[in-house]
T-cell receptor, first 112, second 115 residues
């Protein structure tokens, strides 16, 4: 069952600005992942953070995880027009049989 | 890296016909395959989980007789939408997992349009 909730649902920024997306979930997790999806395309894995980690970086991406609040955030710094896409968090819940449960997603628009 | 090939990428079919979607893991053994459905501007909803050689486990609300899943080998899983109706029109995505390494590899998706 779907358990992640992202906010905002839609975000519009200009190139060079930072974009922050948040995700909340309901049950205990093994890890949390962020994916990107361009319109009508497949998913691209961005970053994974394990339940015992609090922060992780990858290039212009920074992910935080707060298991006490059951929430995560994805920060994209110095955004580019090419970052325009939908972003989803996905959790691998304990006891889920390893299926990923996806949040509703944030639609990011970066204008030049 | 791990690659999952999914095809067709797009298919249009008439109501009442059946459509088969294939997902192949090209360079690893997909011990578990997941099938998702995504409606426009919505998130991915898990339909079913299949382990090689076993019957698929369907999520609540997903009709197993309508969405037939076969995972007969470690490199191939198929989803057949039987007696398709316009409301089955959606984006279907498979995801494969290998027991030897942690990670999920997604197919590129299939856009199904039932007319």
């Amino acid at each position: 069952s779907q358990q992640g909730e992202e906010d905002p649902q839609a975000l519009s920024i200009q190139e060079g600005e930072n974009a922050t997306m948040n995700c909340s979930y309901k049950t205990s997790i093994n890890n949390l992942q962020w994916y990107r999806q361009n319109s009508g395309r497949g998913l691209v894995h961005l970053i994974l953070i394990r339940s015992n980690e609090r922060e992780k970086h990858s290039g212009r991406l920074r992910v935080t995880l707060d298991t006490s609040k059951k929430s995560s955030s994805l920060l994209i710094t110095a955004s580019r027009a090419a970052d325009t896409a939908s972003y989803f968090c996905a959790t691998d819940a304990t006891g889920s049989g390893y299926a990923l449960n996806f949040g509703k997603g944030t639609s990011l628009l970066v204008t030049p | 890296g791990a690659v999952v090939s999914q095809h067709p990428s797009r298919v249009i079919c008439k109501s009442g016909t059946s459509v088969k979607i294939e997902c192949r893991s090209l360079d690893f053994q997909a011990t578990t395959m997941f099938w998702y459905r995504q409606f426009p501007k919505q998130s991915l909803m898990l339909m079913a989980t299949s382990n090689e050689g076993s019957k698929a486990t369907y999520e609540q609300g997903v009709e197993k007789d309508k969405f037939l899943i076969n995972h007969a080998s470690l490199t191939l899983s198929t989803l057949t939408v039987t007696s398709a109706h316009p409301e089955d029109s959606s984006f279907y995505i498979c995801s494969a997992r290998n027991r030897d390494f942690y990670g999920y590899t997604f197919g590129s998706g299939t856009r199904l349009t039932v007319v």
